[in-house]
């Protein structure tokens, strides 16, 4: 759905009301399957208005699991709604189309609860759920002979070349303590002012991600000018003195 949407809010001037009800989960699946799902009957009762709904007779056959009709087991047809105030709260019901078009179906006038008459078929439904809820996903199975077929994939992927590269790259490199490594590059950076990372690598022996992760925080990476794809430590960490600083510190 876009994010600029235009609501349809002519249920509002219609003034329709509506009920929200919350039925069974096995109800609202079989009512995907038909249009004519069933009958609603409302009635006085000792001065009291009683509501009960009925399943069609088409729908009261369970689906198995390999789509047939189970005559065997057959989901309640009778239900009686039990009706809530809607509480002072003020809700409202929207549908949308298929071209993303929201519309205003109605403001709820009626909250209700749909249950079923517990009865043996309830109960053969209810024993069946829980039935099914307890099956493990996943089922362990003894083989007659074991499997000599060795599947290998067709094609290397990308990151598998970027590990092997790496790998390759590294070695058998161990990461070393922070400062073991911290006092190797102070004191390589003594000698030299600009290093690329391969030098560096070279001498302190520790993996590339690692050294670029403790560069990160003492050095500047150069990227143009003279000195391009060149580390050099940053000025707060510098305890020596280019060439050039110690001219012009001879000819003060």
Request: aromatic letters at 8%; a positive charge.
């Amino acid at each position: 759905m876009s994010d600029k949407t235009e609501v349809n809010l002519s249920g509002v001037k219609q003034s329709k009301g509506v009920w929200l009800v919350k039925v069974p989960k096995y109800l609202s699946q079989q009512w995907d399957k038909a249009t004519d799902v069933g009958k609603i009957t409302i009635g006085k009762k000792q001065g009291k208005t009683e509501v009960r709904f009925s399943l069609s007779a088409e729908l009261s056959a369970l689906q198995s699991a390999v789509g047939e009709k189970d005559g065997s087991l057959q989901v309640p047809r009778d239900h009686p709604f039990t009706m809530h105030t809607v509480g002072g709260q003020t809700m409202a019901v929207f549908s949308q189309s298929s071209t993303d078009e929201i519309s205003l179906e109605g403001m709820v006038v009626h909250r209700a609860e749909c249950r079923p008459v517990v009865n043996d078929n309830y109960m053969k439904l209810k024993k069946l759920q829980l039935k099914e809820s307890t099956k493990p996903q996943r089922l362990s199975q003894q083989l007659e002979r074991a499997i000599t077929t060795v599947f290998k994939p067709v094609a290397n992927h990308d990151f598998n070349l970027e590990y092997e590269k790496k790998k390759k790259s590294e070695g058998k490199m161990v990461r070393a303590e922070r400062q073991v490594v911290l006092d190797m590059l102070f004191s390589a950076f003594e000698k030299h002012q600009y290093y690329n990372i391969k030098d560096l690598v070279d001498i302190t022996r520790q993996p590339v991600t690692y050294l670029k992760e403790i560069m990160r925080e003492i050095g500047t990476y150069n990227s143009k000018g003279a000195h391009k794809s060149t580390w050099e430590l940053k000025p707060e960490y510098r305890h020596y003195q280019s060439a050039e600083e110690e001219e012009e510190t001879e000819a003060a």
